[in-house]
């Protein structure tokens, strides 16, 4: 089996591993570290975008997602 090299860590691992993402090849683990840090980035900025508008908006909805994301923030969440 051919062998790909991780553009992270360098790790040679068979193709059948490899992961794509933004057209590089990635070793199973960074790519799922990539995948974490682009989540989180993208659960951080939705957090900023709602509590800057948290002031704006009086809709129950808001204030229960506000709620929700600090819940889940805390490992609190309990569904």
Known sequence: MTKWKCEICGDEFDNFYAQGFNNKIYCPLCYFKKEN?????????????????WIESQDIWFVK?????????????KE
């Not at 997602?65 to 969440?77: T, V």
């Open 65 to 77: 997602i506000i709620n929700k994301m600090q819940e889940i923030e805390q490992g609190s969440d």
């Open 37 to 53: 840090k682009q989540l989180k980035d993208n659960w951080n900025k939705l957090k900023e975008w709602l509590e800057s508008n």
